[in-house]
């Protein structure tokens, strides 16, 4: 098929991999999308990918508020390493090449992340699996995939959400919110539309690397979007 990128960076939230158990991972889910991430890898497309761990536990959520920020955002971390072996288990299963690099070291399960051997991954086109957020507290996984997606020098973040696209208000409380098919890194920010954390708009908006937002769970759609068709929201400068 042909794409229009060559090179992706794919955020996954980790209730995607909960589907409607809401928590845990859902087999029959993860094998779905790996089942989806293949299709696209076998077309050529080079794929970094970034999972959430809100699945397991958030450090913002309520079951943390009498935590340490610190201590439940490292426990974050460590549910998105959990994912993170889940997708590449439903990736192997497949005959996909996969490999899962993490920022803090666990090294009897992943590789610790180097810039370098990820590109060298991304070359022989293994899929790349980024776990462990960018091993600091305080940073969302959507910073990690805004910061990895720079790394490896990808063409666009591609963000799957439970949504057709960035809305100017909530569409599940609001039926009159209206879909944007194009918005500004500006608007986004100074409307507080709230598809992706800010830092990780910034840093896409500071180096001119697109934002796609889409729904997933439309079957096909992580290939539409790799193929240019008009699927969700572009969230990029109107110059570029």
């Known amino acids: 098929m042909p794409v229009k990128y060559r090179r992706?960076?794919?955020k996954l939230s980790g209730e995607a991999l909960a589907a409607h158990q809401h928590f845990g991972l859902s087999p029959e889910r993860v094998s779905e999308l790996a089942?989806?991430?293949k299709e696209v890898w076998a077309a050529g497309v080079d794929i970094g990918m970034v999972v959430g761990g809100g699945n397991f536990f958030?450090?913002?959520a309520a079951a943390a508020r009498n935590m340490d920020r610190v201590t439940a955002d490292h426990m974050g971390m460590l549910a998105t390493v959990i994912n993170a072996l889940a997708m590449q288990d439903a990736l192997e299963k497949l005959?996909?090449?996969v490999r899962v690099m993490t920022a803090i070291h666990l090294q009897q399960v992943a590789e610790p992340y180097i810039r370098r051997r990820a590109l060298r991954h991304?070359?022989?086109?293994?899929v790349t699996i980024f776990a462990g957020g960018t091993s600091n507290p305080y940073f969302s996984t959507d910073t990690a995939a805004a910061l990895r997606a720079l790394e490896i020098q990808a063409d666009v973040v591609i963000k799957a959400t439970g949504v057709d696209g960035v809305y100017d208000k909530d569409p599940r409380k609001h039926p009159d919110a209206v879909r944007f098919s194009t918005v500004s890194y500006h608007d986004v920010l100074a409307r507080a539309l709230g598809v992706m954390d800010a830092s990780a708009v910034a840093m896409c908006r500071d180096n001119h690397l697109p934002i796609i937002v889409f729904n997933l769970g439309e079957r096909g759609n992580i290939r539409r979007v790799v193929e240019g068709e008009p699927v969700g929201t572009i969230i990029c400068d109107p110059t570029d």
């Open 8 to 10: 992706i960076l794919l």
């Open 35 to 37: 089942a989806e991430v």
């Open 58 to 60: 958030r450090g913002v």
């Open 95 to 97: 005959e996909v090449p």
């Open 122 to 126: 991304l070359e022989k086109h293994r």
